[in-house]
């Protein structure tokens, strides 16, 4: 691959559902040219006929890409990066950026192989709550965490059927007896899906997960999609900590998030069930009572998206150590997959490996 200059960084972005937005967003950085899309459905690439489009990827790493973001369905993330790195582009990975322990170890192998830069695109560890609580724990208003919880739950039946014209809403599935399930109905366990859930706590933690615990509800709210409704985990973290765990999306549940962190001084609660209000109690601090106090938040005129593209790029461009390195990225998704397996093995406990040591 040419050395381009560093400031003019080529970017390629395959999966052009959410990717459009990451088009966007590399488009409004000076240091970035948008060189290539790619969608294995043409219809998507006809928004971009300014830019080389493609509908095979390996066709489309041979743009010479100095970065790959990979926004395609989850099963085939770490295939397509480990792709991206051998062809010389650095990666962003959206979640779930691996879907087995084995594809973790090929993917890291692949890194330290190319000696390029690969990062989970976990954009909630950029949310503004998430920035302002870490101040908070750095300041010691928490004290040590001993316990948190994280729930996300997404009503996603809408998008597990699919037919020529697209998805096919579950309401109506009679109507299209030809639809076929997606991968969100056949390759999407729920504690897959868990960097959003789980990404924040660790992050805020500074602690990794060492154990797992499984569970499952089993197919029972859309039984003829197959699809887990709701999974949970006790997870046992590094510095002795517990995480309890929920991730749900064929469930009768509106879209939520739900964050809690337990210290030996204080807690806080996030999410939509507190309203989106920060939450936050201190038993040294006066003005709390014995209540929780409504912190307000930090309002930024950038989305989370945005500044974690821009941090990534800037490492690139600057060669500084990522925001979340690839060791992290697997340790905000592997917890859940092996949560997953433990559920099937009716909730044997699961020893989580640090990558890292081995």
């Not at 030996?264 to 507190?274: D, L, V």
């Not at 992290?328 to 099937?344: D, F, K, N, T």
Request: glycine residues 8%; negative net charge; charged residues 20%.
């Amino acid at each position: 691959m040419e050395e381009h200059i560093l400031s003019n960084l080529r970017i390629g972005v395959a999966g052009l559902g959410r990717g459009r937005q990451f088009v966007n967003i590399f488009r409004s950085l000076s240091s970035c040219i948008i060189t290539a899309v790619c969608d294995n459905n043409p219809e998507a690439l006809e928004p971009f006929s300014d830019l080389a489009a493609y509908t095979d990827y390996e066709e489309f790493l041979h743009e010479d890409l100095d970065v790959v973001a990979v926004i395609t369905p989850g099963p085939g993330h770490a295939e397509q990066s480990i792709k991206a790195l051998k062809s010389g582009a650095h990666v962003l990975c959206e979640t779930p950026n691996v879907y087995s322990l084995d594809e973790a170890r090929q993917v890291l192998s692949a890194v330290n192989d190319t000696g390029l830069k690969y990062m989970l695109a976990e954009n909630y560890l950029w949310d503004e709550w998430v920035l302002d609580v870490k101040q908070k724990i750095n300041d010691g208003c928490l004290g040590d965490i001993i316990y948190a919880e994280g729930d996300y739950t997404h009503d996603c039946r809408d998008l597990m059927l699919l037919d020529d014209n697209g998805y096919v809403p579950y309401s109506d599935r009679g109507k299209h007896p030809d639809a076929v399930k997606s991968w969100r109905a056949t390759g999407l366990p729920p504690l897959v899906y868990c960097s959003h859930t789980l990404g924040p706590l660790l992050f805020l933690m500074d602690d990794r997960a060492v154990s797992v615990t499984g569970f499952s509800t089993g197919s029972r709210t859309a039984p003829d999609l197959g699809a887990i409704d709701l999974e949970a985990a006790l997870i046992q973290t590094e510095n002795g900590a517990v995480i309890r765990m929920t991730n749900g999306f064929t469930v009768a549940h509106p879209m939520s998030t739900f964050y809690k962190l337990v210290g030996t001084k204080g807690s806080i609660q996030f999410g939509s069930i507190t309203g989106n209000k920060f939450l936050f109690y201190s038993d040294e601090d006066p003005s709390c009572g014995k209540t929780w106090q409504e912190i307000q938040l930090k309002n930024s005129n950038t989305t989370s998206t945005e500044q974690m593209i821009e941090e990534f790029v800037t490492c690139i461009i600057n060669k500084t150590p990522l925001p979340l390195d690839p060791f992290r990225s697997m340790e905000m998704v592997l917890p859940g997959i092996l949560g997953h397996e433990s559920a099937l093995q009716e909730g044997a406990k699961i020893n989580i490996p640090d990558l890292e040591k081995q």
